[in-house]
């Protein structure tokens, strides 16, 4: 098993930047695909951006360019750095693990972090 746990977030004007962290104890994560993953008011939790075991990165199309995943071994920490946010990417943020096969879909993640909230005003 693995125990995420979130750091950073908060509240940012539009253009600005700010960086989320998650933190995995248990297993290390380079064991598993690490996902983050959003869900705005009324809206359905989607996809943002992923490593994969393998170091790999995917983005959603909607942050494609604007922010960077990343992750430290050493530090057993998985990183999104976000640049020019916009109003659309206010959300609750929540980091992933997931074992299997790498995928998109959160329903296939098996470990979450706690959440954070990241509000862009304009």
């Known amino acids: 098993q693995v125990q995420l746990v979130q750091s950073g977030g908060g509240l940012v004007q539009a253009g600005g930047s700010l960086r989320l962290s998650c933190a995995a104890s248990g297993r290390t994560f380079s064991n598993y695909h690490m996902g983050w993953f959003r869900q705005a008011p009324g809206k359905d939790r989607e996809f943002v951006a992923a490593?994969?075991?393998?170091?790999?990165?995917d983005y959603a199309d909607s942050v494609k360019g604007r922010f960077t995943i990343s992750g430290d071994n050493a530090k057993n920490t998985v990183y999104l750095q976000m640049s020019s946010l916009i109003p659309e990417d206010t959300a609750a943020y929540y980091c992933?693990?997931?074992?299997?096969?790498?995928?998109?879909?959160?329903?296939?993640?098996?470990?979450w972090g706690q959440g954070t909230q990241v509000t862009v005003s304009s």
């Open positions: 490593i994969s075991k393998s170091g790999d990165t």
């Open positions: 992933a693990a997931r074992g299997r096969f790498y995928t998109r879909s959160y329903t296939g993640y098996e470990y």
